[in-house]
């Protein structure tokens, strides 16, 4: 039988350690993770690469070697790694940081779309990028100016990637998550109220158990991927659809 092939990134914690869970279950499905932090799991589908997006100079000296060449029946991309960033107003951010999240939200899933779609764009395989994006992309939060921002970009790459790739081999979802119990929303309540408005409504969403569990959020990922000829749309909401 053919393989299939998922490359992961933000693999070891949150939404992407979920996805990652919801794929290794699946035995045709060989995995490439990367994050700063290996899990050392013990599963010979699985190969965990340490990268810090954060400086782009590595990913770019390593990107021909993160995707397999290979007579693969899928290949799966999804660009899950984030930083929420500093939560401050714009004023107030230091431009480190400011560079730092843009090279992880934006310029490494950038980089990542560009590399797979050059690599495999004779494969025969069934192809599809899924670049993780948020409702905060189309909704201005204060103290999110740089996340809002690159999560925004990240989904017209998205959309502009789809638009020149209309002949069908490819398939580009840019999606929003919800709001997931993840370490993300704990950096997000210990946000101070003074440079984050909205603290304590994410403090309530926690507190009233409005959040939606990473498990959960990934089984629809993986719906919409493996079905995605029911969704016609790049730019997609796990809010819109459940699970049938
Ligand atoms: N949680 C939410 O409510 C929510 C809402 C909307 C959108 N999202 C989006 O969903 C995605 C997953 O978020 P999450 O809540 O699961 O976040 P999380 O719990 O903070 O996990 C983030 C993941 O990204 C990786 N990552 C962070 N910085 C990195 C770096 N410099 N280099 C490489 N990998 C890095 C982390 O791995 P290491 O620390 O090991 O590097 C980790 O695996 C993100 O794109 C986020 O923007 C989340």
């Known amino acids: 039988m ?3 092939l998922l490359i992961l990134t933000g693999h070891s914690k949150g939404l992407g350690r979920a996805i990652l869970d919801a794929y290794l279950q699946k035995d045709e499905f060989e995995i490439i993770a990367i994050s700063r932090t290996k899990l050392g799991l013990d599963n010979s589908n699985l190969t965990e690469i340490s990268i810090d997006f954060g400086d782009l100079e ?3 000296n390593e990107l021909a070697s993160l995707f397999p060449r290979g007579d693969y029946k899928q290949v799966l ?3 899950n790694a984030g930083w929420i960033g500093e939560i401050k107003p714009i004023g ?3 431009f480190k940081k400011m560079r730092t999240q843009i090279n992880i939200n934006l310029l490494a899933p950038m980089y990542l779309t560009n590399a797979f779609v050059s690599t495999y764009k004779d494969s025969e ?3 599809i990028i899924c670049n993780i994006s948020s409702g905060a992309a189309s ?3 204060e103290g999110w100016g740089v996340y809002c921002s690159s999560k925004a970009a990240i989904a017209m790459f998205t959309n502009v990637a ?3 790739n209309t002949d069908g081999k490819f398939r580009f979802f840019s999606v929003a998550p919800g709001i997931i119990d993840t370490q993300m929303q704990d950096e997000i309540r210990q946000a101070d109220g003074m ?3 909205q603290v304590e409504r994410f403090k309530g969403y926690k507190e009233n158990g409005d959040l939606s569990t990473p498990e959960s959020v990934a089984a629809k990922i993986s719906y919409l991927l493996e079905n995605e000829n029911k969704f016609h749309e790049v730019i997609q909401d796990v809010r819109n659809f459940d699970l049938p």
Do not use: G, Y
Request: charged share 40%; no cysteine; proline share 8%.
């Open 125 to 127: 395989a069934r192809k």
């Open 2 to 4: 053919k393989k299939s």
């Open 77 to 79: 991309l999804i660009n």
């Open 139 to 141: 909704k201005p939060m």
């Open 195 to 197: 440079d984050f408005p």
């Open 162 to 164: 789809a638009k020149e």
């Open 92 to 94: 107030s951010l230091q």
């Open 58 to 60: 590595v990913l770019e």
